[in-house]
Nanobody, 125 residues
Framework: EVQIVESGGGLVQAGGSLRLSCVIS????????IGWFRQAPGKAREGVSA????????YYADSVKGRFTISGDRVSNTVYLQMDSLKPEDTGVYYC??????????????????WGQGTHVTVSS
């Protein structure tokens, strides 16, 4: 059984930073694509970033390029999302998701099979 646990959300002022963590178990970490998504109130879920650790490949949405950095740790089976220069529009629930075959790396939520419960991020202006 795949289990995904996100943490690291919170309240931060605009311009600040947060680091989200996603601990994954029950799947081969290095063979998977792992994505971060967010959903703001009243808006559709948006793909923010993704990583294929085995292929050393990453994806970033245009809205976060240059501000967010995704990385992975094979030892702890953890994917991190370092978020810098945060803006109020980054507010939302952030979800970690796994595409276990690593065929797809991108923002389409339909391609990801397993999902965490989410962690809340609030950026105040």
């Amino acid at each position: 059984e795949v289990q995904i646990v996100e943490s690291g959300g919170g309240l931060v002022q605009a311009g600040g930073s947060l680091r989200l963590s996603c601990v994954i178990s029950g799947t081969t970490f290095a063979d998977s694509a792992i994505g971060w998504f967010r959903q703001a109130p009243g808006k559709a879920r948006e793909g923010v970033s993704a990583i294929d650790i085995g292929r050393h490949d990453t994806y970033y949405a245009d809205s976060v390029k240059g501000r967010f950095t995704i990385s992975g740790d094979r030892v702890s089976n953890t994917v991190y999302l370092q978020m810098d220069s945060l803006k109020p529009e980054d507010t939302g629930v952030y979800y970690c998701a796994v595409e276990p075959a690593a065929i797809y790396l991108g923002p389409d939520a339909r391609e990801y099979t397993y999902w965490g419960q989410g962690t809340h991020v609030t950026v105040s202006s």
